[in-house]
């Protein structure tokens, strides 16, 4: 027998891969089953593959079959060289955690700009002439966006009900005063609606959160709530207890880590009871990040994340929360480790978006 005859005969006994074989609808019904820790190793397997799992087709498949998942996305700063990078939060195959750079998307000006996370995309509007864009991180695309009819210097910005109401100054041709407004993007028609005035100061890029369909925010001095129905601003003493800064909301309760204080406490407002608690149960993760340069919060899924730092490190921790008898809310840490090293890091942004 001869080589050649050798050599086909091997070639048609070796197995054919039988997923490659299918039709691409069944394809991508099995891979969106599949946990998205793995598209990676999946990708690799060829160009074919890594167009798949990048693709709209897979994403609407898992939205459809109830697979979606929610992913961490932190922008990051080194303070040995300022770089500012964007980092998704991955589970590995082995269970642990780490926080991986996606190279293929822009650096994000964070310091500024008004960037609000809406499914699976971050709307970024950056001051006055910069760029106002759209980012897909399903996709790993950037999208522009129309322009505003009026030149404005953002400050911050929220969503509700698909539309993103951002606050930023503004200057007429016939004035040298600025003045404060609010302006509405329609994630749906992509457009913008008329901009009002607002009765607001200065308002810090870290301070709006979104509560029962309203939208905090605050100046340097007191703290503000607005009902996009009626365009109506008010004042809201309570909240105006604590110098909230860096917080997030969970099942529209707006939570925060107090570490001006002396007993660094995860602090917890419900609009609904108007009243502040400090959430128990957390005293050991507390202690541990009491020394750290910064801390950072962020609804994941329904739960808290907290990052923070150590020397050098990276640390994140996921806590689940629970509301008991009166107005206690207990916390629990399922999990805490060391996600990213090597680096003098701080975070300038996160969001958490479906995948």
């Known amino acids: 027998m001869s080589s050649k005859t050798r050599s086909k005969k091997k070639q048609s006994s070796e197995p054919r891969s039988l997923i490659r074989s299918l039709p691409e609808d069944i394809i991508l019904d099995i891979l969106a089953r599949v946990q998205s820790c793995y598209y990676p190793i999946i990708s690799l397997v060829s160009k074919h593959f890594r167009s798949l799992v990048t693709s709209h087709e897979l994403y609407a498949r898992r939205s459809l079959l109830g697979c979606t998942e929610h992913r961490l996305y932190v922008v990051l700063s080194n303070g040995e060289n300022d ?57 790993q695309t950037v999208h522009p966006l129309s322009c505003m009819n009026v030149n404005m210097d953002v400050s911050v910005g929220g969503i509700i009900d698909g539309k993103i109401y951002v606050t930023e100054y ?25 901009m009002k005035e607002t009765p607001i100061g200065y308002i810090r890029p870290d301070d709006c959160v979104v509560m029962g369909g309203k939208m905090y925010t605050r100046d340097h001095i007191n703290s503000f709530v607005y009902e996009p129905k009626e365009s109506k601003w008010e004042r809201d ?67 808290l994340a907290m990052l923070f730092s150590k020397t050098k490190v990276i640390r994140c921790a996921v806590i689940s929360l629970e509301r008991r008898q009166g107005k206690e809310i207990w916390g629990k840490v399922e999990w805490c480790e060391d996600v990213l090293s090597g680096g003098d890091f701080y975070v300038l942004k996160s969001y958490c978006l479906l995948n």
Request: proline share 3%.
């Open 170 to 194: 503004y200057k007429t041709p016939w004035s040298t005063l600025a003045k404060k407004a609010i302006v509405v993007f329609n994630t749906e028609t992509q457009m913008w609606e008329p």
């Open 83 to 139: 770089d500012r990078q964007l980092y998704s939060l991955r589970r590995k195959a082995n269970g642990s955690h780490r926080l991986v750079l996606i190279p293929s998307l822009p650096n994000i000006r964070a310091d500024g700009s008004a960037i609000v996370a809406a499914g699976s995309r971050i709307y970024v509007f950056g001051r006055l002439n910069s760029e106002k864009i759209s980012i897909d991180f399903r996709s």
């Open 237 to 303: 003493e309570m909240l105006n207890m604590f110098n909230w800064v860096g917080a997030c909301v969970v099942d529209d309760v707006l939570y925060y880590y107090d570490r001006r204080r002396g007993e660094k406490v995860l602090r917890a407002y419900d609009p609904k009871e108007s009243s502040w608690v400090v959430v128990n149960g957390l005293k050991e993760l507390l202690a541990e990040a009491r020394d750290s340069n910064w801390t950072d919060t962020r609804n994941y899924g329904g739960k």
